[in-house]
């Protein structure tokens, strides 16, 4: 079974803070994706890898960065967390981009 | 418009009946179409897979896809109160960028 894991389950953070998301998949996928989700919205694309040190914009991407280092991490950034940017965070992995396997997900606070 | 239109619920049902979700979708260009189960707090879990149009049956699931009317639909036979949860359906042209409804949550009663 593929395993996909966050850092935290829930997080709490200050305005301005500088954060990160973790997330770790042991299934060696190429593909890496970091959505957020809202009530209403839906699941919404921030940002996706399809190699180490790759990264490709999703819908978006403002206020957010990336970084991946290793083929099996992939981590979001939120360079100066605001209150819009609270939500639930979900990282996926994927072979062939299209059968995504979602991690628990990460349910930030920004205070 | 949205490119993928799911009617958010809530749909409650009694244990044992059929549960029929349903999304439409704008763009041509889809060829794979995806439901994701998610139980409360947890992260969506990948349900059915389909690819183009037809039927697939996973247990008590059936996937079907009319690409003709651009309708996708999840159903699901003798329900359990442990199919509650929102399911989402996801679509995909050949980009691999993946296409979410807004999800449906479920309700079944025991």
């Known amino acids: 079974d593929v395993k996909v894991t966050q850092s935290s389950r829930y997080l709490v953070k200050r305005t301005g803070e500088k954060v990160f998301l973790e997330c770790v998949q042991d299934m060696d996928h190429e593909n890496m994706f970091w959505y957020r989700q809202d009530p209403g919205l839906g699941l919404r694309l921030i940002y996706f890898?399809?190699?180490?040190?790759?990264?490709e914009k999703g819908d978006i991407p403002e206020g957010y960065s990336v970084s991946r280092e290793k083929k099996e991490r992939f981590s979001l950034i939120l360079e100066s967390a605001s209150t819009n940017q609270t939500s639930m965070y979900l990282c996926?992995?994927?072979?062939?981009?299209?059968?995504?396997?979602f991690g628990p997900g990460t349910r930030l606070t920004v205070l | 418009q949205k490119e993928v239109e799911q009617d958010p619920g809530p749909l409650s049902v009694p244990e044992g009946a059929i549960v029929s979700l349903n999304c439409t979708y704008s763009n041509s260009a889809f060829q794979y179409f995806m439901w994701y189960r998610q139980y409360s707090r947890k992260g969506p879990e990948l349900l059915m897979y389909?690819?183009?149009?037809g039927n697939k049956e996973d247990g008590r699931f059936t996937a079907q896809v009319d690409k003709s009317s651009k309708y996708i639909s999840l159903f699901i036979r003798d329900s359990q109160p442990s199919d509650s949860a929102t399911y989402l359906c996801a679509m995909s042209s050949n980009t691999g960028k993946l296409i979410f409804g807004q999800g449906t949550t479920l309700q079944v009663k025991p």
């Open positions: 996926a992995s994927s072979l062939n981009r299209v059968e995504q396997f």
């Open positions: 890898s399809y190699d180490v040190k790759m990264k």
């Open positions: 389909t690819y183009s149009s």
